[in-house]
């Protein structure tokens, strides 16, 4: 049973720390997404790749946040410095584009507050 | 833009009840259109999605959606609530326009959550 897993599952920091999240795909997706979800705001997208090539971030405070995809097998969101308004849910979800929009499969998600 | 509102942030049915849960797009292309699930602590699941063939759209679990372009709504229904349908439901819209055009990313609503009493 193919999943999307993320890690950690929980994080707990400091103000000004850095956060790494990380995301292993379902192998043989060519789409990888991150979202932040929040009681305020809802499901907001972050950023999103293509055959690990970034297509558009314009969803994160560049200042602080950067997304990667090293390798189709890992894709990561870093904060630095983390501030106390970065705290929720953030979702990787990853998905096959053939033509028509993908089915987006959702991992459990980094729950993460900083104090 | 593409938009999506779910009325009720609340929904609260009785066990065997009829669900309906209301999702209304706004969309300048015909979109494509999707119910995900969320249940506590998880990711969303999709339930069901519409892209452009038949307006009934099937989902797992027993729900269903009907894609009505005269009322740009796209509800969620349940013939029989069951308790473990009890989650939170997100639509959400598509604006792709093909590969040249937009990519299609989801805009999601803000959920409805669904409360089943015994």
């Known amino acids: 049973d193919a999943r999307v897993t993320q890690t950690p599952r929980h994080k707990v920091t400091e103000m000004g720390q850095e956060v790494t999240m990380r995301c292993q795909p379902i192998l043989g997706h060519n789409t990888v997404f991150w979202y932040r979800q929040t009681m305020m705001q809802g499901l907001e997208l972050l950023a999103y790749f293509r055959n690990r090539a970034p297509l558009d971030d314009s969803g994160m405070p560049k200042d602080r946040f950067s997304a990667e995809m090293p390798d189709a097998t890992l894709a990561t969101l870093k904060i630095q410095p983390s501030e106390p308004r970065d705290s929720a849910v953030y979702f990787c979800?990853?998905?096959?584009?053939?033509?028509?929009?993908?089915?987006?499969?959702f991992g459990p998600g980094t729950r993460l507050l900083v104090l | 833009a593409q938009s999506v509102t779910q009325l009720g942030s609340h929904v609260s049915v009785s066990e065997g009840a009829l669900v309906l849960l209301r999702c209304n797009y706004s969309?300048?292309?015909?979109?494509?259109l999707f119910w995900y699930v969320q249940y506590p602590n998880q990711g969303l699941q999709l339930l069901l999605k519409y892209t452009s063939a038949a307006t009934l759209v099937k989902g797992i679990n027993g729900f269903e959606a009907e894609f009505k372009k005269s009322e740009t709504s796209f509800h969620l229904t349940k013939p029989s609530a069951h308790m473990s349908d009890a989650a939170e439901y997100f639509c959400?819209?598509?604006?792709?326009?093909?590969?040249?055009?937009?990519?299609?990313?989801?805009?999601f609503g803000k959920g409805t959550k669904l409360s089943v009493k015994p």
């Open positions: 979800a990853s998905g096959f584009r053939t033509g028509v929009p993908e089915t987006q499969y």
């Open positions: 959400a819209v598509s604006d792709f326009r093909g590969p040249r055009g937009s990519q299609g990313n989801l805009i």
């Open positions: 969309s300048s292309v015909p979109p494509y």
